[in-house]
């Protein structure tokens, strides 16, 4: 029979951890997802019986076939789904949903990359595009760059909104500030809005320090189905709500500039949820340059179109990003299930980096995290809560 919305079974994050991360000389990507799942599994103080599920993409020619083989797992409930850094994200939605239907009961989400080690030792170059087939042919032949496509959104944001170098500046600024608490962190130096403008030219207009770090490293998040709360080691964080949307792969196809797929994403997160994002207390978002913070916490509903940018000098107003981000604590790739952790944490009190507290000394109860994949292709976004 059809499950009904009185079957469908709550879900919680029930583990977390990262693998070794920074710099890792000497791993291989599927070493890094076998250390960061068996952390997690012990995170979470269930046995590894339990998992009967498995996401993962990125590695290997059948992914998560390869990476389950690797991890000795034989999950009867698989996601490869590949969109780019909303990645995760969309793999939580996904299992979720799974979990919930009672298709599997515990799904392990698991990655793991040696972007920075494997070009240090000239296993590959730096790509500067994702290819020229398909769709992107049209684009190759004028030289846009994955960073440029950023950089023309960005510009536009300038143009239309009045967005200044020194507001985008600004975010990296604050990512580092957090980094700096964060002893997990691969760049923990302070840095000023003179040194990210004074640096390097990638992309007008972006500077070297507007754009995320490139790093190795690994994580994983195991979630479980409701019965199984009771036998973890620690209090559940709660599945709330999760939206996700695509928006374009070719730049000619993007209707408008200035707002990212996280607007839908967002709104459909946070309906599902029954909150608010004023409700929200600390948000994880994806930040592989600093224009991809500011728009992503306009379109999720923090501050209103066009005022990104002023976002940052307020001081009563949601923290971001609160381990660093890609900016300055980690980016091995896609980076979106580094944010559900952190998110996590959060929840629980056991950031690394900047714990988030109300006023009152207690733990926030609500957390969002916000993944962005492709050049502003596609969004997953994942409301997360205590209660």
Known sequence: MPTTSRDRRRVAVVGISLSDS??????????????????????????????DGLASAGLGVLAPVEVAEYLGLRPRWVDSTSVGGATWEVMAAHAADAIAAG?????????????????????????????????????????????????????RHMHEYGTSLEQLAAVAVE??????????????????????????????????????????????????????????????????????????????????FTVSPAAVSGRLAFERAGVRPADVEVAEVYDAFTYMTLVTLEDLGFCPKGEGGAFFAEKD??????????????????????????????????????????????????AVASGTGGWFCSSGTVVLGRG
């Open 317 to 366: 107003r949601i923290p971001v990003n609160t381990d660093g981000g890609g900016l300055s604590a980690c980016h091995p790739g896609m980076r979106g299930l580094f944010l559900l952790v952190e998110a996590v944490r959060q929840l629980r009190g056991e950031a690394t980096g900047v714990q988030v507290r109300r006023p009152d000394g207690s733990l926030p109860e609500l």
């Open 22 to 51: 920074g710099r890792v000389d000497e791993a291989t990507p599927y070493a890094l997802h076998a250390q960061a799942a068996r952390r997690a599994l012990a995170d979470s103080g269930l046995d590894r019986s339990v998992i």
């Open 103 to 155: 298709h599997a009961n515990a799904v392990l989400l698991v990655y793991g990359s040696t972007a920075r080690a494997d070009i240090r030792a000239r296993r590959r170059t730096g790509n500067l595009s994702f290819g020229s087939r398909g769709p992107l042919q049209f684009e190759v032949p004028y030289g846009h760059s994955l960073i440029a496509k950023y950089a023309m959104a960005a510009r």
């Open 175 to 256: 990512a580092r500030a957090n980094a700096a608490h964060n002893p997990e962190a691969m760049f923990r130096e302070p840095i000023t809005v003179d040194d990210v403008l004074g640096g390097p030219m990638i992309a007008d207009p972006f500077t070297k320090l507007h754009c995320c770090i490139r790093s190795d490293g690994g994580c994983a998040v195991l979630l479980a189905a409701e019965e199984y709360v009771p036998d973890t080691a620690k209090a559940p964080v709660w599945i709330l709500g999760t939206g996700e949307h695509v928006s374009h792969t070719t730049m000619s196809e993007w209707a408008e």
